[in-house]
Structure formats: structure tokens, C-alpha cells
């Protein structure tokens, strides 16, 4: 209803007005007044709840031009008050609603603290009321939330110092650094603070104790009830069980019945159900002769984990089918097969899949009993051309009817009908059908004979070398492994040996890890036991890698270094993958074993060596020896490696052929290949932890020594060429690091090349490749490697010192933030001040990077100075190096760094610098400078925030004066920097983007070049501003 007599206007409109004339502190105030008086505005609260209705500048006159340096003033700004005016009455206005905004939304903080603070507290205690209804069920596995941590970190500090453990509550105090235990509302609860520990504990077995005998009857109870309970399930699982069998028997007779009433009034009473039944799927053995059933079923289990033949365990009654009359009882069922093939051959869809299992059945039982071959080929030839393209399940119910065939017949039925049908099924153009003959050969090697097994390896090495289907090749590597595993003939051993080679030089990475991980286990077993394991396996694999490291090396400035590089590191990964059988073949060699004493001391752990012994590299799984266990074979090698002089023929192939040659291919490896380099490190650090480290020191460590002492001397001659020193990080990453005792050791050796390689010419990336993986892989190294790289800081020579200002770059993101603080900063305010400027200049990246990385304000800060310190260095004014690495750090650094700081130094920096390349006549320095300046304005554009003031005083100047660069002097960024001025004018608002292009902007551009091209102008600190506050 509407009321008599003009209105006025309403809160709404009246708040609205406001916020659209920009008058924020009335606005303000009008919400404080509606909120207390209860009749708050929405619109008002959501607009002073959002942060980013305050980061634009505050209106300024549209008829005022923004100008360079007049961020805060709303008078006309000219070129000769660009130094006097900085700042003009408008800026204390500015200020006030500032800081009464911030004010404002710092009670909205504190409300929100205090209400987050409330909920925690109504959660924890209703969590705890609902945990303590029943105090016999007490779940430990549950993760601790964060408030429950505080308060019991709180109550056992409390307790560790009135029971005197002060060093204890000390350390404690120190692993909880983020946690006050003087305060108790530093937990973060509205509650007051519980009882002590000692308390909570008596409360608690009090009520444990009374409960525990009030439940006792009840326990009683339960127990009569689950006995009577259990009984009523085992009666009703059992007749669950036979009326399934039963409803089983009657489907399978009326399918019989409906299948002959169709074609036969005649239909033979044969009962399906006593011999034409699928047997449950309870795992029956398989004939076999094989040693090992642990190693072969995890073979099965990796090569076919999905794998299910039902099918091969049909429970047949032979007798029945042995019948004098079977031939004129099966005579209709003949006829079913022989219609459903006419069927098969007009029918797309061939087969019904309900039907399928039955017509297998039904062919396998007519091939078994019939007495004609022609019409047994037939039959087979149906069954494999049942579906032109057979899915896993159909290929799965095939072979399974296929291998109940091969338990129950003879081997002539492989050799004369089956064995002809595989090898005409290896040209199908279908790749289904070329997968089901891979996959049978698996399950077909087991029930036949030698003979037959060995053509059936001559199908699988066809198929391996000509079949063009990744999916097929790997079918075919799994069942060579299944059938090497029946094969026991010794001469057979170089046939598999040669399919193994195909399948490592693959081009696919998919078929080359099947390779390594199932055959390869599978072939290197056999060497095993056959005592041919170095001889032929490791001697061929080492052989292989050698010649491909030298054909790498020799291809350097080759297209296919990065193949040549990935069949290296696949070759690395065979040899490293078979460890575990090299470790336990020397160890457990009859020289060895003989030297067991009973008073022989427990082994080392093998630390590192665990994740290759898995799968079928698992020494519990290949190695079977009852009376010598895997823990008795390593303690007795440990304990006999101690003496350098006992030595056995296996032990002796390690240290005289397989090091050296592993070593001497290693030194061959360039650092640019970093991946391979990468896994003869994980490949030496596992032979390491394999061997132990008594076999380390006194083995392994003088090989190495005596081959890097040798670069050594190649590195004093200057007629030849630098060596590859990618042997160090191999030996300080693999053999020493792992090591504990080695430390210093290792501390020492580094310190030596760090100071000694740069001054030999030696690429620094050998020396970052180095710290870096040991600063990733041992953290326990960190304080060691910052000692080796503080004896490079304050090294006499220029070279060390350049060399270490690029290590720390290196190491820094694995460290810290106590050694960032402790230990690199203090090493970067020493090279700040160095007297070299190359050691300046790169310690620019090192200073961005620092700041873009670490959330400390203190370290932030000090790099803020040394970066000033550098960019006020006059020696460093006219260098094009430094000003690229500062653009280009500056570039990286700008989406990292605070909205000021950003504006203030970096926006100003940048501009200064499109002066410069205005200003310089070298068309080097202009193409150079003009490339990062667009790269660091492209980053400050797309990734940052900007104010229009910023982008109107400093961005768009800068870039028309990059793009008349580029006009003039026809450069390949023109269409970038066009690009970029278009994006910048689309961030301004309407009337500022208008107003940018306007007269003044137009007159402030020449008079700002000239400026760039006078003499006498101190570049780095004209757009300084005089107050700066960063952060």
C-alpha cells in the first residue's frame, strides 16, 4: 500500500551515490551508522569486504594528463617540476582514506580471527563429546587434527618442566617452533586450559577399570549370540549353494533341449551336466616341470594379471565320451556345429555371447572324440574364426578350451592340427587374432613336449621380428619369458639371449620395459643357475653398453643424440635391474660359502638397495638354497671382504673386468647428457649399497681414484683437449655419498674442485650438475657442501669466485631457510662487494632468483639493497651484460614481488633502460636491449597487476619508444611491441586510455629522449624516487 505524502530517497540510493562519486569516507561512515542502528546494507558491506576496490589511485580531474613521475598529485605536471613537485596537497587526503580503510578492514580481520577461533572451539568439543560416549572404542589410527596437536604438545611441555626434563622441553620446544607453550590462547581454543597430564591419565584408567567389568556380561552375551548366528549362516550359505547347483544343471539341460528340438525330433538324452560343465574357478595345478612355482606363478601374475582361462578346467567324465555309441549320440550335436559355421560365415555378428562358451565346449569334446583329422581341422579352423576380431574374454575362453584339449591329448594333435593353424594365423591382417596366438603360447608351453615347445619359439621369434603391432610384440616378449622358463636345454640359452637383444633395441619405450622387466629377470635366472651369469648375460649386456656409450660419443653434433642417448640409459637400466642376481651369484660361489664361520658377525643393511630387489629381481623369490639362507650367504660376504688378499674367481671378474669397463664408458659420457649420466649414478650408488660398503672402500673407491687421478694429468697438458670430468659426479653422488664415513672424504674432494676446475677451463655445468644432485638426494650433505662453496667465496681467484656465484644458483632450492639465512646470504653480500664486475654480474640471477623463492622478509630485503647496491655501481653503468641480466631478472622477478616495489624500482629501472637503447648507436646493444626489455614488459603486462598511473607514466612510454626502435631499425619484435601498447591502452579506464594519447603525452616523448641522449645524466637514479619504501 502506498503511503500518502512525498518520500525521500532511501539508504540504498543515497550509499550508491556515494560509492559512485568515489566519496569512500562518507561512505564509510554511513555504513558504521547503519550497522550500529541494525540496518545494515548489503551493497556496503560487500563492497568495503572486497580488497580490490581500493588498489585503483583515487580520481583524478579527466582534463589533468597523468604524467611519468605524478603518481599521487592531480596538478599538472611539467618536465621542470619533475624533480620539485614530486608530490602535491592532494597526497595527505590520499593518505587519510587510506589508512582509515586499512583500519577498517583490520577489525573485519580481527572479527574473523575471533569467530574462526569459536568454531574451532564449538568443533573440538562436540568432536570430544561424541568420542567419549563409548570409552571402549578408541580408534589410534586416525590422523591427529591440528588443534588436538597444539593442546597436546602444550600439555607435555608442561609436564617435561614440572618433572625437571628441561633439556628435553627444550628440544621440544625448538621441533615446535610455531608454537608458543608460555601462552595457552596460543593453541587457538575458547576454553580454559585441562587438567594436567598426570590427571587426565588417572581419570582415564578409572573409567577404563569400570567399564571394562560392567561389560563383561554383555561380552558374554554377544559371543552366544554371534555362535548361533554364524551357525544359521553356514546352514543358509549351504543351501543357497546347492540350489544354485541345481538351478545351474536345469538351465544347462533346457539350453540342450531347445538347441536339438530345432533341427531333430530325434534328440539324443545325453545329460550336459555330467560331463559338459565348466568347472569352478578354483585354481587347479597345472602339470608342470618347473623348479621354481613361487617364480613361476609371480611370472603368470606379472605377464597376465587379468588372464582367466575357465574354460581348461571343464569337469569332463571321459567315460561317458569313451562310449562305444558316442559317435551316434553326438551325431544332431555334429550337426549344430556344422550349421553354425554355414551360420558363422553370412552373420556379422557371428556368435551370440551367451552361446559362445557353449559352441567352444561343444567343438573341443567333437575334436576330442572324432576320428576323422579333416573334420578335426574343420572344427579347429571354426573355433578360431568364431569372431574376426576377439576381445580379451572370447580369446581367453578359446585358448582355455584349447589347453584342456592339449592335458587330454597326445602331442601329435600340436605338431600335425594346432601348430599349422598358429603359423597361418601370424599373417592375419586382424590384430586381434595375431594377440591370440601370442597369448596362447604362454599357456600352451607347459602341456606339451621339448620338441613342440621349440617350434613354438620359432613362432614367437617370427612374430617378434615382423609384427609391426606394439600390443602384439609385447604378447610376444611375455610368452618367450613363460616359455623359457620350461626350456631346459642349454644350447637353447643363445636363441633366447638374441630375442632378448630385440626386444632391448625396440623402438617403443613400452616394449623395452616389458623387456627389462619380465625377461630379462626370466633369462638372467637361468644364467644363474646355469653358473653362466657373467660369462654370457653381464658380458653381452656390458659389451652392448659400451659400444653404444662410444657411438654417443662419437655423435655428438648428431639429430639422434637423443635416441642414441635413450637406448644408453635403457641398456644402464637392464644391467642395474639384474643387480640382485650379480650380488647373491658372487656372494653365494662355493669359495666364498666355504669361509663361514659361526662366530661371523651380523651384515650391514643394504640401504638403497631395496627398491630393485622387487618383482622377479626379489632374491627371496629367484634364490632358493635351504641350507644356506640369504642372510648367512651376505654376513659371510661382508665378514670375508674385510681381507683385501681373499679373492674367487666371481669376486675377482667384478674388480678386473666389469669396474673398469663401467668406469672407462662413464668417463666417455658428456655432462649435456645428463639423463643417461643420471642412471650410471643410480646404477653405480646401487651397486654400491648391493655390495656393502666394506666392498666399496677397499674395491670399488681405488678404481675410481686411480682413473680421475689419471684426467687429472690430462687436464695439466694443453696440448690436448679438455676430458670429460662427468666421473666426479658419479664418484662423489655414488660412492662416496651414500656413505656416512666418507663424509669428509667427500667434503674434501669437493672443496679440491671447486677451487681447481675453473682454473683448468673446465665447464662449470659438471661442478652444478654435482652439487645440485647431492643437495637433492642427502640432505644430510647440505651443511658440508655450503662449507666446500664458502672456501670458493673467499678464494684470490677471479675464476673461483665467478665459478661459485653460479653454484649457489645451483644448490640454493634444495636448502633451508636457516641456511638460506645463515649461510648463502652472507656469501652473497661478500660477492656483492667484489672488485671483479663479471662476479657482479652474476650475481644478479642469483639475487632474483633468492627473492623469488624465499618468503622471508629480513632476506628479501637484504637483497633488495645488494641489488640496489649493484644498480648504483658506476662501474657497472655501461655494461650491456649486467643490463640484460638485470632486465631479464627483473622480468622473472616482477610477478613474484609486492604492487610498490614492482611500480616504484623495477617499472622505473625498465623505463630508464628504453632510454638507454634509444640513446646508444651500437645496433648490437639496441637489437639486445630492445629483445628483453619486450620479454620483461610481455612478463609485467600479462602476469601482473599495474595501476593506470603506472602504466600511463612508465609502461606506455616505454614501449612506443621500443616499438619506434623497432620501426627504425626494422626488428622482428615490431609486431610484439605493438601488440603490447594495444594491451596496455585496453587495462587503462575510457577517459585515461583518450587522455594518454593526448598533446601532452605527445610533447612529453622528444623532450624525454633528449634527455636520454645528454651526457651528463646519472642514468641509474633520475626516476629514483627519494623516500622508497620497498615491501
Wanted: overall charge negative.
Amino acid at each position: 500500500m502506498a503511503e500518502d505524502g512525498p518520500t525521500g530517497p532511501s539508504y540504498g540510493e543515497i550509499a550508491k551515490k556515494l560509492l559512485d562519486d568515489r566519496l569512500l569516507l562518507t561512505a564509510l561512515e554511513l555504513h558504521y551508522e547503519l550497522v550500529e542502528a541494525g540496518k545494515e546494507l548489503p551493497g556496503l558491506r560487500e563492497f568495503f569486504s572486497n580488497p580490490s576496490n581500493f588498489e585503483h589511485s583515487s580520481p583524478q580531474n579527466d582534463n589533468i594528463s597523468i604524467t611519468l613521475s605524478m603518481a599521487r598529485s592531480s596538478s599538472q605536471a611539467t618536465l621542470d617540476s619533475l624533480e620539485m613537485t614530486r608530490y602535491s596537497e592532494d597526497g595527505d587526503k590520499t593518505v587519510n582514506e587510506r589508512v582509515a580503510i586499512l583500519e577498517f578492514e583490520l577489525r573485519k580481520a580481527k572479527d574473523t580471527i575471533n569467530a574462526l577461533r569459536t568454531n574451532l572451539t564449538v568443533a573440538a568439543v562436540e568432536s570430544e563429546e561424541f568420542a567419549g560416549e563409548d570409552p571402549k572404542i578408541t580408534q589410534y589410527d586416525d590422523r591427529i587434527k591440528p588443534h588436538e596437536q597444539r593442546v597436546l604438545n602444550f600439555l607435555v611441555n608442561e609436564y617435561l618442566m614440572q618433572h625437571n626434563y628441561k633439556l628435553t622441553s627444550i628440544t621440544f620446544a625448538d621441533e615446535n617452533e610455531n608454537q608458543d607453550f608460555e601462552i595457552w590462547d596460543d593453541v587457538g581454543l575458547n576454553i580454559s586450559r585441562p587438567p594436567h597430564l598426570l590427571s587426565l591419565y588417572r581419570d582415564r584408567a578409572k573409567s577404563y577399570l569400570k567399564s571394562d567389568v560392567s561389560c563383561q556380561s554383555e561380552i558374554l552375551d554377544c559371543a552366544n549370540i554371534a555362535t548361533q548366528i554364524d551357525g544359521d549362516y553356514s546352514d543358509l550359505t549351504k543351501i543357497i549353494s546347492q540350489l544354485e547347483n541345481d538351478n545351474e544343471n536345469l538351465l544347462s539341460q533346457l539350453q540342450l533341449l531347445k538347441s536339438t528340438k530345432e533341427l531333430s525330433d530325434v534328440t539324443p538324452k545325453l545329460c550336459k551336466e555330467k560331463w559338459l560343465r565348466p568347472g569352478k574357478s578354483n585354481k587347479q595345478k597345472v602339470i608342470r616341470n618347473c623348479e621354481s612355482s613361487v617364480f613361476h606363478d609371480m611370472l603368470i601374475n606379472k605377464c597376465w594379471p587379468d588372464q582367466q582361462l575357465p574354460l581348461m578346467y571343464l569337469d569332463v567324465d571321459l567315460d561317458i565320451l569313451s562310449d562305444d555309441g558316442v559317435e551316434l549320440n553326438l551325431y544332431p550335436i555334429l550337426r549344430i556345429l556344422e550349421n553354425q559355421r554355414l551360420r558363422n560365415q553370412n552373420d556379422q555378428n557371428i556368435l551370440e555371447s551367451e552361446k559362445q562358451e557353449d559352441f567352444i565346449i561343444l567343438s573341443v569334446l567333437l575334436m576330442h572324440i572324432h576320428p576323422d583329422i579333416l573334420e578335426r581341422e574343420k572344427i579347429l579352423c571354426s573355433l578360431f574364426n568364431m569372431r574376426k576380431k576377439p576381445n580379451k574374454k572370447e580369446r581367453s575362453s578359446i585358448i582355455g578350451g584349447l589347453s584342456w584339449f592339449l592335458k587330454h591329448s597326445n602331442n601329435e594333435f600340436f605338431e600335425r592340427e594346432l601348430l599349422p593353424q598358429l603359423w597361418h594365423l601370424l599373417t592375419d591382417k586382424y590384430v586381434e587374432k595375431r594377440l591370440l596366438v601370442a597369448e596362447a603360447c604362454s599357456w600352451f608351453s607347459p602341456l606339451i613336449s621339448c620338441e613342440s615347445r621349440q617350434s613354438l619359439l620359432s613362432v614367437l621369434q617370427q612374430m617378434l621380428i615382423e609384427d609391426t603391432d606394439e600390443s602384439v610384440r609385447a604378447a610376444t616378449i611375455k610368452s618367450i619369458a613363460i616359455n623359457t622358463v620350461y626350456i631346459y636345454d642349454s644350447d637353447k640359452y643363445a636363441q633366447i639371449e638374441e630375442l632378448l637383444f630385440i626386444g632391448l633395441k625396440d623402438n617403443l619405450k613400452y616394449i623395452v620395459e616389458i623387456t627389462i622387466g619380465v625377461l630379462l629377470p626370466v633369462l638372467a635366472k637361468w644364467a644363474f643357475d646355469k653358473g653362466r651369469l657373467q660369462s654370457n648375460c653381464y658380458m653381452r649386456l656390458m659389451n652392448s653398453l659400451t659400444t653404444q656409450i662410444k657411438n654417443l660419443d662419437s655423435q655428438k653434433k648428431s639429430q639422434k643424440t637423443d635416441q642414441l642417448e635413450s637406448n644408453c640409459c635403457y641398456m644402464v637400466n637392464a644391467i642395474r635391474s639384474i643387480l640382485p642376481y650379480l650380488v647373491l651369484y658372487v656372494a653365494s660361489a662355493p669359495e666364498c660359502i666355504s669361509l663361514r664361520d659361526e662366530d661371523t658377525p651380523r651384515g650391514e643393511l643394504r640401504t638403497g638397495f631395496a627398491d630393485i630387489c622387487v618383482g622377479l629381481s626379489n632374491p627371496q623369490v629367484f634364490y632358493s638354497d635351504p641350507n644356506n639362507t640369504i642372510g648367512t650367504v651376505m654376513c659371510t660376504f661382508d665378514a670375508v671382504v674385510e681381507d683385501n688378499k681373499i679373492t674367487w674367481p666371481r669376486l675377482q671378474w667384478l674388480f678386473e673386468c666389469m669396474l673398469p669397463s663401467l668406469i672407462e664408458s662413464s668417463s666417455l659420457v658428456s655432462i649435456e647428457n645428463q639423463k643417461l649420466l643420471q642412471s650410471l649414478m643410480a646404477l653405480f650408488q646401487s651397486f654400491c649399497c648391493g655390495f656393502g660398503s666394506k666392498f666399496t672402500q677397499n674395491r670399488v673407491k681405488p678404481l675410481f681414484v686411480k682413473k680421475i687421478q689419471d684426467l687429472e694429468k690430462s687436464l695439466g697438458k694443453i696440448a690436448n683437449a679438455l676430458p670429460s670430468m662427468t666421473l666426479l659426479c658419479t664418484y662423489m653422488c655414488s660412492v662416496l655419498a651414500p656413505i656416512e664415513r666418507e663424509d669428509r672424504e667427500l667434503e674434501a674432494t669437493l672443496k679440491k674442485y671447486v677451487c681447481m676446475l675453473p682454473l683448468c677451463g673446465v665447464p662449470i655445468n659438471i661442478l652444478q650438475f654435482t652439487v645440485s644432485q647431492l643437495a637433492l638426494n642427502h640432505q644430510r650433505l647440505h651443511e658440508l657442501i655450503l662449507s666446500s662453496l664458502w672456501e670458493g667465496v673467499i678464494s684470490q681467484k677471479e675464476a673461483v669466485r665467478l665459478a661459485v656465484t653460479e653454484l649457489l644458483l645451483s644448490v640454493m632450492p634444495y636448502l633451508s631457510d636457516i641456511n638460506i639465512t645463515n649461510r648463502i646470504v652472507p656469501a652473497l653480500i661478500t660477492l656483492s662487494n667484489d672488485s671483479n664486475c663479471d662476479v657482479k654480474i652474476a650475481l644478479v640471477p642469483v639475487l632474483g632468483q633468492l627473492m623469488m623463492t624465499t618468503n622471508n622478509k629480513d632476506t628479501i630485503e637484504k637483497c633488495r639493497f645488494q641489488m640496489k647496491s649493484l644498480m648504483d655501481d658506476r662501474t657497472l653503468s655501461d655494461s650491456i651484460v649486467f643490463a640484460s641480466e638485470l632486465i631479464t631478472a627483473f622480468g622473472k622477478l616482477a610477478p613474484k614481488s609486492d604492487q610498490a616495489y614492482r611500480e616504484d624500482v623495477m617499472m622505473v629501472q625498465l623505463n630508464m633502460y628504453s632510454g638507454v637503447a634509444v640513446r646508444t648507436s651500437d645496433i648490437t646493444r639496441k637489437i639486445e636491449l630492445t629483445r628483453v626489455l619486450l620479454d620483461a614488459f610481455s612478463t609485467v603486462l600479462y602476469e601482473c597487476t599495474l595501476s593506470p598511473s603506472a602504466i600511463t607514466s612508465s609502461l606506455l612510454p616505454s614501449l612506443r619508444c621500443l616499438e619506434e626502435l623497432c620501426n627504425i631499425n626494422n626488428l622482428s619484435q615490431k609486431e610484439l611491441s605493438t601488440m603490447l601498447i594495444k594491451e596496455a591502452e585496453s587495462r587503462l579506464p575510457q577517459s585515461q586510455s583518450e587522455t594518454g594519447t593526448s598533446s601532452v603525452t605527445q610533447d612529453l616523448k622528444p623532450k624525454m629522449v633528449k634527455m636520454f641522449q645528454s651526457s651528463n645524466i646519472a642514468k641509474q637514479t633520475m626516476f629514483w624516487k627519494k623516500n622508497n619504501h620497498p615491501q
